[in-house]
């Protein structure tokens, strides 16, 4: 498996690029956004092809590159469920295995430092990414998003303290030089959680640690809500007034199947649905077909001006869609309203079709 464990000095951030040599698939963990070019470059050096990139949690410290290399690579992002967010292309639980050629990582659900907090696991256990769970001699804080450290401790003790005591840990950060460490290592001499430490001996320790606030929490928790981008310039705020659009409870810029219906000619229609998707549901004349793992692909050096409808069968991918555009920064970009099964079912004449 080829290996490779990225800094960023600014955040004291470690990304890990991990990928099967034979078919060049690869996934990212906890990408960082003024990295992006540095690892984009690193793995078109190395031929790769990435397949997911993964955040262990929403951070408080930096802006992730998720989003970004989801646009300029393909690749699709990755969550927790219990993160709270809902945007990204996989939301994973407990067991689930994110697959890359030969390889896999096994999701261990870690909340306790915030309460979606994941650790990646390969599955022949020699290897855990623990992002700020459990750091090399230390853990992340419990004080905010939705910390908690009498979760924390059974989180470390139950998912990471379990796996063979020769695993190497990667955290997700450390500021002090050091790079890695083990199982056993932590459960030995972890000064927070080794040894005979106790629950209330640790709930006592973390809530005695008067941290200041986390400098970089007002900007990267929204964004890392987005997947790194801002919520700002993902308001349709540029033009409103090409079409009648609606905004969705998520905040999705809509458009209702009857406009679509009439002004099709009139705007780019893009389907985002699978080829296989097609034949059950027929695309609307004239669209384009990008399915969303490809998307946006060269339709990124598209004019930002240009009035964009994003189609798929009920309307959650060409949200995602639409909203990779919007962040792109085009200024005329919907999400049809139900879909392509919405569509296909209604008649101008306001029947039900067969």
């Known amino acids: 498996m080829l290996f490779r464990q990225l800094f960023d000095r600014e955040t004291s951030t470690y990304t890990y690029l991990l990928a099967d040599e034979d078919s060049r698939e690869a996934v990212i963990i906890d990408p960082v956004l003024e990295q992006l070019d540095r690892d984009a470059t690193l793995i078109a050096e190395l031929g790769l092809v990435l397949r997911y990139a993964l955040d262990t949690h929403v951070h408080a410290d930096h802006v992730t590159a998720t989003g970004a290399l989801r646009n300029r690579l393909g690749a699709r992002t990755v969550l927790s469920e219990g993160a709270g967010v ?27 430092h915030t309460g979606g907090c994941l650790t990646f696991v390969l599955l022949d256990r020699t290897m855990a990414f623990t992002g700020d769970a459990l750091l090399i001699r230390g853990c992340g804080r419990t004080d905010f998003q939705s910390g908690d450290a009498a979760r924390l401790y059974h989180s470390i003790h139950d998912k990471l303290f379990s796996l063979p005591p020769a695993t190497l840990l990667y955290p997700g950060h450390d500021y002090q030089g050091r790079t890695v460490t083990t199982v056993d290592e932590e459960r030995r001499v972890n000064p927070r959680l080794g040894g005979d430490r106790t629950e209330a001996e640790f ?152």
């Open 86 to 112: 809902g945007v990204a292309d996989l939301l994973v639980k407990e067991g689930d295995v994110i697959r890359f050629g030969r390889f896999g990582l096994e999701v261990r659900e870690t909340p306790g």
């Open 203 to 354: 709930v006592q320790i973390m809530s005695e640690l008067n941290l200041a606030y986390p400098k970089q929490i007002d900007r990267a928790v929204p964004r890392n809500e987005q997947l790194g981008f801002d919520p700002i310039s993902l308001a349709p705020t540029h033009d409103r007034h090409w079409a009648p659009i609606e905004m969705s409870s998520a905040g999705i810029p809509e458009l209702p199947v009857d406009w679509v219906r009439a002004h099709a000619q009139e705007v780019t229609v893009i389907d985002v649905r699978e080829p296989d998707e097609l034949a059950v549901l027929a695309p609307i004349d004239g669209a384009r077909e990008m399915p969303l793992s490809q998307f946006p692909g060269t339709f990124a050096e598209a004019p930002r001006d240009q009035p964009v409808v994003l189609v798929c069968r009920s309307g959650g991918r060409s949200a995602k869609a639409a909203l990779s555009l919007v962040a792109l920064g085009f200024t005329r970009v919907a999400s049809m309203r139900g879909g392509m099964t919405a569509y296909r079912s209604t008649r101008t004449d306001g029947l039900t079709s067969r």
